[in-house]
T-cell receptor, first 115, second 113 residues
Framework: EAGVTQFPSHSVIEKGQTVTLRCDPISGHDNLYWYRRVMGKEIKFLLHFVKESKQDESGMPNNRFLAERTGGTYSTLKVQPAELEDSGVYFC?????????????FGQGTRLTVV | QKEVEQDPGPLSVPEGAIVSLNCTYSNSAFQYFMWYRQYSRKGPELLMYTYSSGNKEDGRFTAQVDKSSKYISLFIRDSQPSDSATYLCAMSSASGGSYIPTFGRGTSLIVHP
């Protein structure tokens, strides 16, 4: 069974540019989460989808970040325009039920560097 | 004060040693406690999951939760070089029906042969 996959694995962009990260969850997992880890800091929650609906987006830092989940399958996270402080590793995770009650499986992450 | 405190290490031990990893927390509403293991350039993988207080054992790994002290531990017996990784504690409550975990910074563990 394929795990959670994220594309690209690395991205280096200039300040002001746009970047789109993609996450393909495990098939059948309704719950999809985005997290971010800034260097030296904790993994922080960004948002939670249940199928195509945003269940909780309280962790989104500002309106430069836009997440979508088309048809309840894969998800994209767009950063526009990117700023230096957006650099970090962006993780996606998926689970059958809500995390905490069932196991969440993480992707390998996308390392974003804004220069 | 951060909700979850975890010493980032690194913690370096010889093969075969017993490893103790710890986290403290401040939110008394946390009920679900997790330990993740993360290898370099990989995503975190769930290692242990505990609900409320008590101990849980799985092979060489034992997780302990002391809610009265707001302190959780992960013990690794007979540590192996393959255990070298970053260990992240995470915890959550059922507040508002959401179980979104709060993570610690992670402790880097190095087990040398």
């Amino acid at each position: 069974e394929a795990g959670v996959t994220q594309f690209p694995s690395h991205s280096v962009i200039e300040k002001g540019q746009t970047v789109t990260l993609r996450c393909d969850p495990i098939s059948g997992h309704d719950n999809l989460y985005w997290y971010r880890r800034v260097m030296g800091k904790e993994i922080k929650f960004l948002l939670h989808f249940v199928k195509e609906s945003k269940q909780d987006e309280s962790g989104m830092p500002n309106n430069r970040f836009l997440a979508e989940r088309t048809g309840g399958t894969y998800s994209t996270l767009k950063v526009q325009p990117a700023e230096l402080e957006d650099s970090g590793v962006y993780f996606c995770a998926s689970s059958l039920g809500q995390v905490g009650s069932t196991e969440a499986f993480f992707g390998q992450g996308t390392r974003l560097t804004v220069v | 004060q951060k909700e979850v405190e975890q010493d980032p290490g690194p913690l370096s031990v010889p093969e075969g040693a017993i490893v103790s990893l710890n986290c403290t927390y401040s939110n008394s509403a946390f009920q679900y406690f997790m330990w993740y293991r993360q290898y370099s350039r990989k995503g975190p993988e769930l290692l242990m999951y505990t609900y409320s207080s008590g101990n849980k054992e799985d092979g060489r790994f034992t997780a302990q939760v002391d809610k009265s002290s707001k302190y959780i531990s992960l013990f690794i017996r007979d540590s192996q070089p393959s255990d070298s990784a970053t260990y992240l504690c995470a915890m959550s409550s059922a507040s508002g029906g959401s179980y979104i975990p709060t993570f610690g910074r992670g402790t880097s563990l190095i087990v040398h042969p």
